[in-house]
């Protein structure tokens, strides 16, 4: 599981972007930690990788 920082570092997503993301458009729903946190298993950094891999090609993110 990683946090919300470590899942933008390894997308290359802010993390702003990730938490608009799943607020606006669902593209994943984290897991939370006992405190509240965010915790991204490897499907939701595979399904941010596929969505920023369209928004790249032009896509908008709703579309997405």
């Known amino acids: 599981m990683y946090t919300i920082r470590q899942a933008a570092a ?4 802010p993390a ?4 608009a993301w799943e607020r606006r458009y669902a593209v994943v729903a ?4 006992d405190g509240g946190y965010r915790l991204y298993d490897e ?7 596929v969505m920023a891999g ?3 090609l032009g896509h908008s ?3 997405a």
Do not use: D
């Open 10 to 13: 390894l997308t290359g997503i």
């Open 16 to 19: 702003a972007t990730l938490r």
């Open 30 to 33: 984290p897991a939370r930690s």
């Open 43 to 49: 499907a939701a950094i595979r399904a941010l990788e």
């Open 54 to 56: 369209l928004v790249a």
């Open 61 to 63: 993110p709703q579309r």
